[in-house]
């Protein structure tokens, strides 16, 4: 049972009393009459990166987890070879390592003795693995195709060798089996003494039941000779330019208005040539930033261009400040915004698009300030880096917006001071929670989360302060963000804490007049809160449909909200803010027609519902409102594979009366409320 402070004892037996008597426990009070000056849907942003399988084996469809057949010398730690084992038993990741001995490489093995060894590919920093046989041989990988989606799959093959005792070309068997070996679809695949690449399509048999989530095979059936396997992509039949159908439809749905990529920290050790141009022709790299992590150069430039204009969002593009120079970051800028006829728009036109993407947020490293980071500096040197940067850039396409590295007020004002007026903006990272330890109390911690967002206007106003001091116009991109704990038994970046941590600092960005610019929550899939994709299944965690509450509504001109609500403790034992912290937190968005006012409100305490009294003063409102819900059976409620919808939407009708209304919001909830002319 949880110990009241005596203040905090006084207002629950008050607020008990108040339950009892059936009256509103708190009132909000909107006057759509009294307005800020609109918001930027760009607060409403994600964060994507290249670590572990947010892009590769997440939102790029391609299922194959060794797709360019790279040898385990390539890979930095075990761990990261085999994360995509059938079923993640140990049995299956010991036959992987058994294979990996007979030289196949990661994730490839066969189910007989056969040896394979690496061999270079087809072009630089590529490889192959070479299987040489006397008898037919079939090389296998574990893939998760999304068959209740779709029964089509299409398999691109580079390869190059000669059959035994053969004139004409060999030939090879792509198959498509169940986790038992029972084929579901085949293709034959020409193979010649040079390297060819092929694209075949399959119709998998749609009478064999395969349940979702269950692991299949794609086998490469080798006639006896000697053969060099280069690439082997499988895509299902329904990917959307590589990208993945649902993951596709999730941000289409939200109307997702803003995505940062490449990274995070592998930004700082990424070099964007090399991914751009034909893939057969892109350089495989291990990841620069994340142990254990390939960089298949699958996914570049154009590619997340791409997304970004399938789902109507705005690209921001983190460069790399850290081991990259000015003048590739000036060539990176050029390529995306300069006219065809310029080196690098040529260079473009060449890789096919030739009208410019016209990228205008553009942020000038990640994270220099920490020792983790590739090519880190302190404050000085980042400012006078920052310069030649921005600089560079500016000399490719003035019209760009530019973000600075921000960091605590301490680097901040160092910045500024260094660079000056070419500071635009400054970036702010919140991941707070890694040092919680496992047995922490699971409520004392999410109200201490509760406290510290509930605060975050202070944020706001600190690290913004040098910028003030300096004669700038304060201004902050909160460019990654997430609750970060490491244990599963706390409140987690997957949990519904992180979807009402968010909510109430989207809460402080809005009621900030625009000093806040973005936010980029973090991330998009199977990194932070937003999308996992487990064994191919896609599905919400609670934070998503707080990116899809907020983005997908209309509202963008913030009117009054004032609201008297209970109130709760927070000991500020792990995250540092202590005390009272109100029960209740909203803000209220006006359309610019004016015909549609849209409420948000956090019920932060995690124990109790709230009754609440909400009047609605200039804006004509209907007799009828629509609330949509998100509440979980606790602040650790969360989704997966198994049970996508434990958090989920939940929409109601509600009744308005002379512009009132009453609502109880459940615990450790976010309500929307649509309020029409």
């Known amino acids: 049972m949880r110990l009241l402070h005596p203040v905090a004892a006084s207002c629950s037996l008050f607020f008990a009393s108040v339950l009892a008597l059936g009256a509103p426990a708190a009132r909000i009070a909107v006057d759509a009459a009294r307005r800020d000056p609109p918001i930027s849907r760009r607060l409403f942003g994600k964060f994507t990166e290249h670590l572990a399988r947010n892009v590769y ?154 349940p979702p989530g269950r692991a299949l095979r794609l086998e490469l059936h080798l006639p006896p000779g000697r053969f060099e396997l280069a690439r082997a992509l499988l895509f299902p039949g329904d990917h959307v330019r590589g990208w993945d159908k649902e993951v596709v439809d999730y941000l289409r749905r939200a109307s997702l208005p803003l995505l940062r990529f490449p990274g995070g920290n592998f930004a700082s050790g990424y070099h964007w040539k090399d991914g751009v141009g034909p893939l057969e022709k892109r350089p495989v790299r291990t990841n620069p930033a994340w142990p254990g992590v390939m ?147 699971t409520g004392e911690v999410f109200r201490d989360f509760m406290a510290w967002s509930a605060r975050f206007d202070q944020d706001i106003a600190s690290l913004t302060r040098p910028m003030v001091e300096a004669g700038l116009a304060p201004r902050l991109a909160v460019t990654e963000l997430q609750v970060f704990t490491q244990h599963r038994n706390l409140p987690r970046n997957v949990s519904q804490t992180d979807a009402l941590w968010t909510a109430n600092i989207l809460h402080a960005a809005i009621r900030s007049k625009g000093v806040v610019e973005l936010v980029t929550h973090s991330a998009l899939v199977n990194h932070g809160g937003g999308l996992g994709k487990q064994h191919g299944i896609v599905y919400p965690h609670p934070v998503w449909w707080v990116t899809h509450l907020y983005a997908s509504q209309k509202g963008t001109v913030p009117v009054e909200a004032k609201i008297e609500s209970p109130s709760f403790e927070a000991s500020g034992k792990w995250l540092g803010r202590r005390g009272r912290v109100p029960a209740l937190d909203a803000v209220a968005l006006l359309d610019k027609a004016g015909k549609q006012c849209t409420l948000f409100v956090i019920n932060r305490d995690d124990e109790r519902a709230v009754p609440t009294e ?64």
Request: proline share 5%.
């Open 614 to 677: 909400i009047a609605l003063a200039g804006f004509d409102a209907r007799t009828r409102a629509r609330a949509i819900t998100l509440a979980g059976e606790s602040c650790l409620s969360t989704n997966t594979a198994d049970a996508p919808r434990s958090v989920h939407p939940a929409e109601t009708t509600l009744n308005v009366s002379g512009g009132k209304l009453t609502h109880t919001f459940p615990p450790a909830s976010l309500t929307r409320i649509t309020f029409e002319k």
């Open 57 to 210: 084996l997440g939102a790029w469809a391609q299922v194959a987890a060794n797709p360019e057949f790279a040898p385990a010398s390539r890979w930095k730690g075990r761990d990261g070879m085999f994360y995509h084992s059938r079923r993640g038993a140990s049995e299956d990741q010991r036959h992987l390592e058994r294979a990996v001995q007979r030289g196949f490489a990661p994730h490839w093995f066969a189910e007989s003795d056969a040896q394979a060894r690496a061999v270079p590919g087809p072009h630089e920093d590529q490889d192959a693995m070479e299987v040489k046989a006397d008898r037919p041989v079939a090389v296998v990988t574990a893939v998760y195709l999304p068959v209740w989606r779709t029964r089509r799959c299409e398999l691109t093959l580079t390869a190059r060798g000669e059959a035994l005792r053969q004139t004409r070309p060999g030939s090879i068997t792509a198959r498509v089996a169940t986790g038992e070996g029972k084929p579901l679809g085949q293709a034959m695949v020409a193979v010649y003494p040079d390297w060819r690449q092929a694209t075949v399509k399959m119709d998998l048999d749609a009478t064999v039941e395969v």
């Open 295 to 441: 960089e298949w150069g699958h996914v570049g430039s154009d590619e997340w261009l791409t997304l970004c204009e399938l789902v109507g969002a705005e690209p921001l593009i983190c460069v790399n400040a850290g081991d990259g120079s000015a003048g590739e970051a000036r060539q990176w800028v050029e390529y995306c915004n300069g006219p065809a006829t310029s080196e690098m728009g040529k260079l473009r036109a060449a890789n096919g698009r030739a009208k410019p993407w016209n990228v205008r947020l553009w942020e000038v490293g990640n994270e220099l300030y920490g020792g983790w980071q590739i090519g880190h500096v302190d404050a000085g040197g980042y400012a006078k880096r920052y310069l030649e940067f921005a600089a560079a850039m500016k000399r490719a396409d003035p019209t760009i917006d530019l973000i600075a590295n921000g960091n605590d007020a301490r680097w901040n004002r160092e910045v500024v001071k260094g660079a000056g007026k070419a500071v635009r903006s400054l970036s702010a990272h919140f991941l707070p929670g890694s040092h919680i330890p496992a047995d922490a109390d």
